[in-house]
């Protein structure tokens, strides 16, 4: 079968596993969801990890830590394991877990972008990037804004509030520093006929899969609070959105291990198939 | 004339491509066949280098030009992507060798072998450095040529071309050792038009010297039909079309006005060694030796002080665009030959096509 195909049919594939969530009844999806979310993430892990050996030097190690970045993610979608840090450590010991999970999935995914950076050429973002940039970073801080803990809240407990806004502004400040990366992408995507259809589609559930919450919390209003108790893991779109993401960072690494045996049945097909 | 010599190499190329695929080709010459004996193609490169050195580089660069635009259309043909080799420089060697080899060997080796112009294979892959290595076994460039330094310019630009393609690089490609040389094979190595050793071995290996073609032998062991490699003396004639359309693409008015007199020169030195090997009258030795190279059908009249010549199936216009520009080292080459072989002065006139063959009369020189 013709590589592209097998691609659009794994991308369908990925689109029906992420509306199951959503669709089947509300107790099955949450359970759902808070398998496949893990279950997806530990299997892109498997896959980059595949996928950097294939490669030497800047290449691998970008692999190898987005392959790390997947793990770190997988143990912060394992909810279960959080309810019950919650439970036996209180919440400002589990916010500082969160913490620390968080800084090390983001130095992680920051380190596999710089040694992307390095792979590819075009090192100077255009005028249309930094257009981008500009609009994007007044929407930051209005996320930012939004997510502020008001003072009564700050009073009643001071920890827990600053903690939840330091994970917000580790979140705007991952999204401004890969933008960047992902414009100089495109603009090297633009530049150069040959830019690998999987690398993208790797990037692209990346960059989807970290940015798709504000996106939500933009499009429906509701604070990242609100978001985290009802509709994280609970059979609701933004956990079909969150699948989607992480099964297509899964299918463009497994197109990526695949994708020379793919052509070269393609040769041979050609090449077997009598033309009149 | 550049885009019509472009589109005959590319014919070249999309035949091959086109008998790899098994497709129902056309046969091009229902009498003589679709190969040509090596030393047609060999012999007229040669006296053409020897002639104006020069001429090499140019081969070089056309053929490697015409490779690199064939490849592109073969790998869309092929439903090969745009990124199979993407960041090649990147990958582990064993995978990239593998891989690489896996597709010369299906595609390149393939019309290599189909147009018998000689054995190709992957040899070394030296990721660190971005450069390959590849071997050409019977290599039909220089097969029964001994020379001090390497001459395969042609399969040289089109290896640096094909690589360049397949890699997204601009490569560059120069032998190390050649069979010419005494060299068990012709080994090339490929790499990066940028790197400074590619860049100096380069400009050695297409620097101007001058070639002994070692004539008369040569055309004796061709006479006697000794087989020169393992994948005989023949190769296809499309390989004979691709040979001459690179020699005029780039730099064509230096190696066009030159070639009716290397012709010439070439036919004059050919008569008396034919003329001695087929021991027969000049009307036959001429029959013959065409008919032996599988190169022309050649029938001769006389016409009071005229020669008239009817040249039937000849290699250089099968299939081949009707452009006289492109035949003046065959008209000159046999001007030298009847010249001599007659011992009369002849003078190349006029030439015609009447439907596939094609007419040319010589007149006594004034």
Not at chain 2, 96 to 102: G, V
């Given at each position: 079968?013709?590589?592209?195909?097998?691609?659009?049919?794994?991308?369908?594939?990925?689109?029906l596993?992420?509306?199951?969530?959503?669709?089947?009844?509300?107790n099955?999806?949450?359970?759902?969801?808070?398998?496949?979310?893990?279950?997806?993430?530990?299997?892109?892990?498997a896959?980059?990890?595949?996928?950097?050996?294939?490669?030497?030097?800047?290449?691998?190690?970008?692999?190898?830590?987005?392959?790390?970045?997947?793990?770190?993610?997988?143990?912060?979608?394992?909810?279960?394991l959080?309810?019950?840090l919650?439970?036996?450590?209180?919440n400002?010991?589990?916010?500082?877990?969160?913490?620390?999970?968080?800084?090390?999935?983001y130095?992680?995914?920051?380190?596999?972008?710089?040694?992307?950076?390095?792979?590819?050429?075009?090192?100077r973002?255009?005028?249309?990037?930094?257009?981008?940039?500009?609009?994007l970073?007044?929407?930051?801080?209005?996320?930012?804004?939004?997510?502020?803990?008001?003072?009564?809240a700050?009073?009643?407990?001071?920890?827990?509030?600053i903690?939840?806004?330091l994970?917000?502004?580790?979140?705007?400040?991952?999204i401004?520093?890969?933008?960047?990366?992902?414009?100089?992408?495109?603009?090297?995507?633009?530049?150069k006929?040959?830019?690998?259809?999987?690398f993208t589609?790797?990037?692209?559930?990346?960059?989807?899969?970290?940015?798709?919450?504000?996106i939500f919390?933009?499009?429906?209003?509701?604070?990242?609070d609100?978001?985290?108790?009802?509709?994280?893991?609970?059979?609701?779109v933004l956990?079909?959105?969150?699948?989607?993401?992480?099964?297509?960072?899964?299918?463009?690494?497994?197109?990526?291990?695949?994708?020379?045996?793919?052509?070269?049945?393609?040769?041979?097909?050609?090449?077997?198939s009598?033309?009149? | 004339?550049?885009?019509?010599?472009?589109?005959?190499?590319?014919?070249?190329?999309q035949?091959a491509?086109?008998?790899?695929m098994?497709?129902?080709?056309?046969?091009?010459?229902?009498?003589?066949?679709?190969?040509?004996?090596?030393?047609?193609?060999?012999?007229?490169?040669l006296?053409?280098?020897?002639?104006?050195?020069?001429?090499?580089?140019l081969?070089?660069?056309?053929?490697?030009?015409?490779?690199?635009?064939?490849?592109?259309?073969?790998?869309?043909?092929?439903?090969?992507?745009?990124?199979?080799?993407?960041k090649?420089?990147?990958?582990?060697?064993?995978r990239?060798?593998?891989?690489?080899?896996?597709v010369i060997?299906?595609?390149?080796?393939?019309?290599?072998?189909?147009?018998?112009?000689?054995?190709?294979?992957?040899?070394?892959?030296?990721?660190?450095?971005?450069?390959?290595?590849?071997?050409f076994?019977?290599?039909?460039e220089?097969?029964?040529v001994?020379a001090?330094?390497?001459?395969?310019?042609?399969?040289?630009g089109?290896?640096?071309?094909?690589?360049?393609?397949?890699?997204?690089?601009?490569?560059?490609?120069?032998?190390?050792t050649?069979?010419?040389?005494?060299?068990?094979?012709?080994?090339?190595?490929?790499?990066?038009?940028?790197?400074?050793?590619?860049?100096?071995?380069?400009?050695?290996?297409?620097?101007?010297?001058?070639?002994?073609?070692?004539?008369?032998?040569?055309?004796n062991?061709?006479?006697?039909?000794?087989?020169?490699?393992?994948?005989?003396?023949?190769?296809n004639?499309?390989?004979?079309?691709s040979?001459?359309a690179?020699?005029l693409?780039?730099?064509?008015a230096?190696?066009?006005?030159?070639?009716?007199?290397?012709?010439?020169?070439?036919?004059?030195?050919?008569?008396?060694?034919?003329?001695?090997?087929y021991?027969?009258?000049?009307?036959?030795?001429?029959?013959k030796?065409?008919?032996?190279?599988?190169?022309i059908?050649?029938?001769?009249?006389?016409?009071?002080?005229?020669v008239?010549?009817?040249?039937?199936?000849?290699?250089?216009?099968?299939?081949?665009?009707?452009?006289?520009?492109?035949?003046?080292?065959?008209?000159?080459?046999?001007?030298?030959l009847?010249?001599?072989?007659?011992?009369?002065?002849?003078?190349?006139?006029?030439?015609?096509?009447?439907?596939?063959?094609?007419?040319?009369r010589l007149?006594?020189?004034?």
């Open positions: 079968m013709d590589r592209r195909r097998i691609l659009i049919i794994a991308i369908i594939g990925a689109a596993l992420s509306v199951l969530s959503f669709i089947i009844p509300k099955a999806g949450s359970v759902y969801s808070s398998v496949m979310q893990p279950l997806v993430l530990i299997l892109g892990f896959l980059a990890f595949k996928v950097a050996l294939n490669y030497g030097r800047e290449l691998r190690k970008s692999f190898l830590f987005l392959s790390l970045f997947l793990f770190l993610y997988m143990i912060s979608n394992i909810l279960p959080w309810q019950f919650y439970s036996s450590l209180g400002t010991t589990t916010l500082y877990l969160i913490q620390i999970l968080q800084i090390a999935c130095a992680m995914v920051l380190t596999s972008c710089a040694y992307t950076l390095k792979v590819i050429e075009v090192k973002i255009n005028r249309y990037g930094w257009i981008f940039i500009g609009l970073v007044p929407l930051c801080i209005y996320i930012l804004i939004r997510n502020l803990p008001t003072m009564s700050i009073s009643a407990d001071p920890t827990t509030q903690l939840r806004l994970i917000t502004i580790f979140d705007m400040a991952i401004l520093m890969l933008v960047p990366v992902v414009l100089l992408y495109v603009q090297h995507l633009r530049a006929a040959k830019e690998s259809i999987t589609l790797i990037m692209g559930g990346l960059i989807f899969s970290i940015i798709s919450t504000y919390e933009l499009a429906s209003g509701l604070s990242l609100k978001i985290a108790t009802d509709y994280f893991q609970k059979g609701s956990d079909a959105i969150y699948i989607f993401g992480y099964c297509i960072i899964a299918v463009g690494l497994y197109g990526n291990i695949k994708y020379s045996e793919w052509g070269y049945q393609a040769i041979v097909k050609a090449l077997s009598k033309e009149t | 004339m550049d885009t019509e010599l472009e589109k005959l190499t590319d014919e070249v190329w035949s491509l086109g008998r790899i098994k497709k129902d080709m056309p046969v091009v010459r229902t009498s003589l066949g679709d190969d040509i004996d090596l030393y047609v193609p060999q012999m007229r490169t006296m053409m280098v020897e002639a104006n050195p020069d001429i090499a580089s081969i070089y660069s056309s053929s490697r030009v015409s490779a690199n635009r064939n490849v592109f259309v073969i790998m869309k043909r092929l439903g090969m992507p745009a990124d199979y080799f993407w090649f420089e990147y990958w582990v060697k064993d990239a060798f593998e891989t690489l080899r896996k060997n299906k595609v390149f080796t393939a019309i290599m072998n189909l147009n018998k112009e000689g054995n190709l294979d992957l040899l070394d892959v030296d990721i660190e450095h971005m450069r390959l290595t590849v071997s076994k019977d290599c039909v220089c097969a029964g001994t001090e330094k390497g001459l395969c310019y042609y399969h040289a089109t290896f640096s071309g094909i690589m360049s393609a397949l890699l997204n690089k601009d490569m560059d490609a120069f032998e190390i050649c069979h010419a040389k005494g060299d068990e094979a012709c080994t090339f190595l490929i790499g990066k038009k940028d790197d400074p050793e590619i860049i100096a071995k380069m400009s050695e290996y297409l620097a101007i010297a001058k070639i002994d073609t070692g004539f008369d032998e040569r055309l062991t061709c006479l006697q039909g000794n087989s020169l490699r393992g994948m005989g003396n023949l190769v004639v499309g390989y004979y079309h040979m001459i690179n020699s693409i780039i730099g064509k230096e190696a066009s006005s030159s070639s009716f007199d290397i012709g010439v020169d070439y036919g004059t030195k050919m008569a008396p060694v034919i003329a001695a090997f021991n027969d009258n000049q009307i036959d030795v001429i029959k030796y065409y008919r032996q190279l599988h190169h059908d050649v029938k001769m009249i006389e016409v009071g002080e005229n008239d010549i009817v040249l039937s199936e000849c290699a250089e216009t099968a299939t081949m665009f009707k452009n006289k520009e492109l035949l003046s080292f065959l008209f000159g080459e046999i001007q030298g009847i010249s001599q072989l007659l011992n009369r002065k002849m003078a190349f006139q006029t030439s015609e096509f009447e439907n596939s063959d094609l007419k040319i007149s006594p020189r004034v």
